[in-house]
């Protein structure tokens, strides 16, 4: 049997001498038939003539060919040093200089994230048991002793203010406080209180202390609490505000079992003796967490929750954590980010990593409970840290296209064996890849975790040109004159060169109308394919050849050929001829392909399959996720599979971003806005707007005869009550909502807000077709508020939710201009306009084919598939291009014509495609999405682009050629 390529270079190499040695072809052409037919042969002579001529020239200087290209490998090699892979999601997918992404990078540049969150779920079969709430508890009082240097888990956790009482309780009788002078002012309080005086505020009270001092009982509530913030401003209360307690923030289901605010001995005995019926009561009845003293819904901590008959809550399957770090941003700012991607502090980055290693030990875990961790620095480093990812695939998939090509290239004795040969034409791939990859790399081009799937693809691209150059000298050895060995290098290229270069570059073409995007990760991926594929085409035509003129001067002089040292001089060459197999099975298929059944039949199949394509394209969904990037056997991976299992109903948070505007003036605007944002039930969950509890504060303690919005038209007024309500209990949650032009002090004015930020969260949508219009209704709402500054909406997910809403129209405007301008190249190199149609014909129907099997397969359109499906189409044309052109120069009637193409080419065709199935082959024994998706997608389009190339259009020929 042929091997795959070998008769597709001969096809290739009879099929472009018969048409260039017919100019003229004594055909009945139109002048624009005419034209294009001289056009064709015009550059067809030119690539001809010119690798003769560079054949000649290699094979007489093969080892000065041989340092040239491993000089070049070397220096675009050093561009290897500019090397990066991109690990900011927004880089990838967000396109340059949109809205959307200058907003990102103004907030990241002006008002960078200070706040680090991290999350733990621990799932059990219930995670509501004594076992699993010590073991939790444990693990966070073994954080609570985390350090590194001489920096503590208490010195990177974001703290906030807590109402920390006195240890001794609030019916403890107070001592007697020292006295300080009354004020001249009439504060309002009670005579006794007067002739007391007013409490001396040690530099270490805390506000519950104050409180205690105050307060006449221990019956309070948030709502008295907001009334003393007012009646003791400023002083004393900003004295005891600015000293109060802090503690590190969290939601964790153990702050129920706290001690005031701390986690101490006392809640080590609380732990210790809970009960299942202790854990249940808690999480029933009780909402308050004993860390910030307020009200929780520990509820929503919980998954897979289950309930009894009266609704009351008797287990639960997982139970998440979440802790806040810090960054510096000044450090960032003076000495650079950590990790590229993400801005974060070295000091930080190192403290995440000791807490990535402590979290994942999970050794004093009892047996039936366990954990995923996602501390933020994992999400970046599993993303970013792909480039040698199933490096071990590779690396046998290499392995086994060796030996493929070895037993190809080679006949069965000592001297015509061509190992090294083989090793040569791999090596040609893999400098080639180094090649291309370092001048991407040293004109600034990054690597993502998508393009890890170019390696493979290249080595099933990149054998085929192997297959035809050996091809064509063999051939010409055995059928032509004898000629010296420049000359009949020559003469190889100038057949062969002439076939792989219409391939290589028509692939090429393909790549680079890929690159025509405005995502940045699909113009990456596609520009370091374009360029791979080109410079290992160099190299083969060039390395390549300069080593098979070596290897055919040994086999010239009968030396060993895996040991050149040893010469065999009495060696006699085996000329066994191999019979192709595919050739008669071909002719059989080619026969049946004229009689009218089978025409009815494949025309029949061919319908089927495209309304399948056609109704699986319409139901196709756009959707991508950044965790899909993810190896799936990471711990962050597995973090996000138990989030989708046991959080499935939680929405997408976000914040309504407003830039400095006179807010008492547009002080209606806030309000029409969150009013139009609550309006939207079907699309909005939660607002938690700052405004109308500033609003209420201010009126509850009005003592003028004024309204509200009279009031805050005086500047000072409005400036210094914002300040009370950012300090008062109710209000100083809202702090981290805003950025002032200055340090916010209380008892005094508020500085200029240079932003301000409204928190909201959409509903769960499961869909893009949800998720996307709800994205935009948001950014319409905003956009129709009209404040005098801008304003915009930003969340996290809207990354993934604007790729959504881009890659549907990228993936259609590409694939037009990709098959318009294919069409155009095919038209000059078969110059026919009938023939260019057919091609693009079967084109068209395999394109519409994957599409529509990706749904039914369970794919998506995302960054991945939309990569894949883009390039499919330069590679379709090799499955079609071959047999409309054999059918062009072929004599005879049209069944004639397609039964020489089912028998000479049809077979060459089917062997280039399973050769480009075995490199990709072991792709699917991946767990990654990409490789999987990139599997998947390629196989139907080997599939359906045989089915169509070798079946569908002779059939078509036979009718209409």
Known sequence: ?????????????????????????????????????????????????????????????????????????????????????????????????????????????????????????????????????????????????????????????????????????????????????PPEEDWGFDEAFEREGIPS?????????????????????????????????????????????????????????ANNGNYDEVSDRNIARLSQYDILEA???????????????????????????????????????KFFTNVNITAVKLFGTASRGEKIDYESYEFEGEMVRFLMNKSSFPAHLNSYVNVQRQFFESFVGQTFKDADKLGIGYAIV??????????????????????????????????????????????????????????????????????????????????????????????????????TFTDVFAFLVGSNTVLPGLESFCIYAAFAIFAIYVMQVTHFVAWMSLDQRRIRSHRDGCFCCITHTNFKSWNMRKSSIMNKVFLEIGKQITKTYFKILVLSTTLVLLVGGVWGTLSLTQEYLPEWLLPPESEVAQWFESKRIYFPNAGEPGFIIIKQIDIPKEFHKLDRLVNELESRKENIDTVAPWHTEFREYVETFNTENKTFEELITDDLFFRKKLTQFLYSPKGASYQANFWFADKLQCGQPAPDILLQAIPFAHLRFDRSREWIPA???????????????????????????????????????????????????????????????????????????????????????????????????????????????????????????????????????????????????????????????FFKIFFMICVFGLFHGLILLPVVLTIFG
């Open 402 to 503: 060796f030996v493929y090509v070895n037993i190809m290239l080679s006949k069965p004795n000592f001297v015509e064996q061509r190992m090294w040969l083989a090793v040569a034409g791999i090596l040609s791939v893999a400098m080639g890849m180094i090649l291309a990859y370092g001048i991407c790399s040293a004109f600034g081009l990054f690597y993502s975790a998508a393009h890890t799937v170019i390696p493979f693809l290249l080595l099933g691209i990149g054998i085929d040109n192997i297959f035809v150059i050996t091809q064509a000298f063999d051939t010409l050895e055995t059928s032509s004159i004898p000629l010296s060995l420049t000359k009949r290098f020559g003469q190889t290229m100038g057949h062969a060169g002439v076939a792989v270069s219409v391939t």
């Open 283 to 321: 999480i029933n009845s009780n909402n308050i967490s004993q860390i910030f003293l307020k009200e929780k819904n520990f509820t929503e901590f919980l998954g897979d929750i289950k309930y009894n008959d009266v609704g009351e809550i008797v287990g639960a399957g997982a139970v998440e954590i």
């Open 775 to 933: 994205m935009e209704e948001v950014e319409q709402i905003v956009d129709s508020i009209q404040f005098s500054n801008y304003s915009f909406p930003m969340a996290l997910t809207y990354i993934n939710w604007k790729t959504d809403a881009i890659v549907g129209s990228e993936l259609l405007r590409n694939v037009g201009i990709a098959l318009v301008c294919i069409f155009i190249t095919t038209l000059a190199t078969l110059g026919s306009w009938r023939g260019s149609l057919l091609v693009m014909m079967c084109v068209f129907f395999t394109c519409i084919d994957v599409s529509g099997f990706m749904h039914w397969w369970g794919l998506t359109i995302d960054i991945t598939s939309m990569n894949v499906i883009i390039i499919s189409v330069g590679l379709c044309v090799d499955f079609c291009a071959h047999i409309v052109h054999g059918f062009i120069t072929g004599n005879g009637k049209r069944d004639d014509r397609v039964l020489y193409v089912m028998e000479n080419i049809a077979p060459a065709v089917m062997n280039g495609g399973f050769s480009t199935l075995l490199a990709l082959s072991l792709l699917a024994t991946s767990r990654s999405h990409i490789f999987i998706s």
């Open 201 to 257: 505020i040690s530099p270490n009270a805390s506000l519950g202390s104050l409180l205690k001092a105050l307060l006449p009982d221990d019956d309070m509530d948030l709502d008295t609490l907001q009334r003393y913030s007012n009646d003791y401003y400023p002083v004393p209360y900003c004295a005891a505000a600015e000293s109060i307690e802090l503690a590190c923030l969290e939601n964790n289901i153990v702050e129920l079992w």
């Open 1 to 181: 049997m042929d091997p795959p390529g070998r008769s597709l270079g001969h096809v290739r190499n009879r099929s472009f001498a018969l048409s260039v040695g017919n100019p003229a072809e004594k055909e009945n052409l139109t002048r624009l038939q005419k034209f294009v037919r001289i056009c064709q042969y015009g550059v067809i002579g030119s690539l001809e003539r010119f690798f003769t001529w560079y054949g000649e020239l290699v094979a007489t200087h093969p080892k000065i060919s041989i340092m040239i290209c491993i000089l070049a490998t070397l220096l675009g090699g050093l561009g290897l040093i500019r090397f990066y892979e991109e690990g900011d999601a927004a880089s990838l997918v967000i396109p340059r200089n949109s809205k959307f992404r200058n907003d990102i990078d103004w907030l990241d540049n002006n008002f960078p994230r200070e706040i680090r969150v991290h999350s733990v779920v621990y799932e059990a079969e219930n995670v509501l048991t004594p076992t699993v709430i010590r073991a939790i508890y444990e693990q966070r009082r073994k954080l609570q002793e985390l350090t590194l240097g001489d920096k503590s888990f208490q010195d990177m956790c974001i703290k906030v203010p807590i109402l920390k009482f006195p240890d001794e309780g609030l019916n403890f009788p107070v001592p007697e406080p020292a006295v300080t002078n």
